[in-house]
Antibody, heavy 121, light 112 residues
């Protein structure tokens, strides 16, 4: 059974850096074709892709967030960490991590429950 | 960037009746490897998204066969043959052919 769980602060202040951790089980990020991505959803709005890291450490970030995003993995801990700098109230959203199956579905086929992050002073 | 446009925004449906959602991409989703990475996801109220359909028409594990996907190139459709109460939620199309990955704006399916 595949599970993913997001963890991190629920409240951050403007200009601060957000660090979110995705802890997963039921698969390994050292397996060829596997990736883990981050997707966010502002309240009442649509999904927005943020970043993706592959089994071979290839990384892709959303160009809309320019240089604010960093994604890393710790294969031994089954974790993926997303950092987002210079947080703003518009970054208030539920942040999801999800498994990406590059050689399978070619999509996000398992999702965490999400964590709501509020940006406010 | 590939823009994904969904219609309608909202789809009120009678239980047991069919529903159809359209998704159009601003450019072809055919990848150089020959696959078309167009997926459909369902988000029930208060829940995370769930993969329904991948590569246009393949149902993901555990997805009922009343859900079907079709299309090619830039035009895609999700159909629910007979809507059930548990199908209420927002449906998103997503393309993974080209970075940045992009989602449609969502279509809300509700019961009349």
């Amino acid at each position: 059974q595949i599970t993913l769980k997001e963890s991190g602060p629920t409240l951050v202040k403007p200009t601060q850096t957000l660090t979110l951790t995705c802890t997963f089980s039921g698969f390994s990020l050292s397996t060829s074709g596997v990736g883990v991505g981050w997707i966010r959803q502002p309240p009442g709005k649509a999904l927005e892709w943020l970043a993706l890291i592959y089994w071979d450490d290839d990384k892709r970030n959303s160009p809309f967030l320019k240089n604010r995003l960093t994604i890393t993995k710790d294969t031994s801990k089954n974790q993926v960490v997303l950092t987002m700098t210079n947080m703003d109230p518009v970054d208030t959203a539920t942040y999801y991590c999800a498994r990406f199956a590059y050689y399978g579905s070619g999509s996000f086929d398992d999702w965490g429950q999400g964590t709501l992050v509020t940006v406010s002073s | 960037d590939i823009v994904m446009t969904q219609t309608p925004l909202s789809s009120p449906v009678t239980l047991g009746q069919p529903a159809s959602i359209s998704c159009r991409s601003s450019q072809s989703l055919v990848h150089s490897d020959g696959n078309t990475y167009l997926s459909w996801l369902q988000q029930r109220p208060g829940q995370p998204p769930r993969l329904l359909i991948y590569k246009i028409s393949n149902r993901f594990s555990g997805v009922p066969d009343r859900f079907s996907g079709s299309g090619a190139g830039t035009d895609f459709t999700l159909k629910i043959s007979r809507v059930e109460a548990e199908d209420v939620g927002v449906y998103y199309c997503m393309q993974a052919t080209q970075f940045p990955l992009t989602f449609g704006g969502g279509t809300k399916v509700e019961i009349k």
